[in-house]
C-alpha cells in the first residue's frame, strides 16, 4: 500500500515537473495589408517573384532587432505563415488595391499568366533599430516585357511602432510593407524616375 502510494506521487511529481517545463503556445502575428492611393496607369497582368529575404529573416520567429551584432529573437511570438510567403501575399493584395486595372498574381500560386511585367524583391532587412523604430530596407527590380532592361530601385522605410511589443512592431511593419508597395507603383506605372 505504501509502495502504490509512493509511486501514485511520484507520477503526480513528475506530471507537475513536465508540465512546468513545457512552453506556452505561441502567439501567432500576421502582418495587415494597407490601403494607398490608386493608380489608373498600370500593366494589365502583373507577376510578383517570390520575395527574397535575408537569411537571418528566414525563421518562424519574430526578429527584434539586428542591431549591435546581435540578433534578438521573440521566443514565444511566431509568424503565422512563412514571412517570404505572407510578405508576397500582402504585397499582391496591396498592389492589386492600388491598381485596380492590374491583374496581379504572385509566382508561387497556382493561376498562372503571361505577365506584361515582373516584380523582384529582396528583402534585406526588417527589424528594429537601436531606437525601437523598425526598419524596412529592400531592393525591387521591375521588367516589362518587350523591354531588354530592368527598372532596378532601393527602398528604406522607418516606422515608429504605435505602442510597445511585438503587436506595435508588427503595425509598423505592416505600415513599411505598404510604403513599400507605395513605392512598386511608380515603378509599374512608368511614372517612377529613372
Not at 55 to 84: F, I, T
Not at 101 to 126: F, K, Y
Request: hydrophobic fraction near 40%; charge should be positive.
Amino acid at each position: 500500500m505504501r509502495r502504490t502510494l509512493y509511486r501514485g506521487l511520484s507520477a503526480i511529481a513528475l506530471a507537475a515537473v513536465l508540465a512546468g517545463c513545457s512552453s506556452p503556445d505561441p502567439h501567432l502575428y500576421t502582418i495587415a495589408p494597407i490601403t494607398g492611393a490608386q493608380q489608373s496607369r498600370s500593366p494589365k497582368v502583373v507577376v510578383l517573384q517570390t520575395v527574397s529575404l535575408a537569411r537571418y529573416l528566414e525563421r518562424s520567429e519574430v526578429v527584434r532587432s539586428s542591431e549591435g551584432y546581435r540578433l534578438a529573437v521573440m521566443q514565444n511570438d511566431w509568424w503565422g505563415e512563412p514571412l517570404s510567403a505572407m510578405l508576397s501575399r500582402i504585397l499582391v493584395d496591396e498592389l492589386s488595391q492600388r491598381m485596380p486595372h492590374s491583374t496581379v498574381l504572385a509566382s508561387s500560386g497556382a493561376v498562372t499568366a503571361s505577365p506584361d511585367a515582373t516584380v523582384e524583391l529582396n528583402v534585406q532587412r526588417l527589424d528594429e533599430d537601436a531606437a525601437g523604430r523598425v526598419v524596412l530596407e529592400a531592393q525591387a527590380s521591375v521588367e516589362f516585357k518587350g523591354r531588354g532592361y530592368p527598372h532596378v530601385r532601393s527602398f528604406r522605410f522607418i516606422d515608429v511602432p504605435p505602442r510597445p511589443g511585438t503587436s506595435g512592431e508588427v503595425a509598423a511593419i505592416s505600415a513599411a510593407v505598404g510604403q513599400l508597395a507605395d513605392g512598386l507603383v511608380p515603378m509599374l506605372s512608368g511614372t517612377a524616375r529613372r
